[in-house]
């Protein structure tokens, strides 16, 4: 009942929003504030009493069932050789690569 109270509210109020015709007439302007900086108050909280957690018994519940036929899935293996390229990399001697630095 509460939810059917809001939703009329809401639907009301769509209504009557959406039947208006609104023309801007003028671009107004935003109102002049000037704000002081302030202090919070201070407060001093002691604690009284230790407090407990509420004792709550709870008992298990079932979940429903589901029948579901699934897809038949057919999982293989096969062993393939491939060829790889041979990479051959001459290193530079040590004289060379002083050279190849500079």
Known sequence: MKHLTK???????????????????????MSNVDIES????????KKTDDGKMPDIDIEGGELPEYDVDTVDVDVRT?????????????????DEKDDIDN
């Open 78 to 94: 096969e062993t393939k050789e491939v060829e790889v390229p041979v990479v051959d990399v001459d290193m530079p001697e040590d």
């Open 38 to 45: 302030g202090e919070l108050p201070e407060y001093e909280v």
């Open 7 to 29: 939703i009329f509210a809401v639907s009301s109020l769509a209504l009557a929003a959406s039947a208006c015709d609104v023309n801007k007439t003028d671009d107004g302007e």
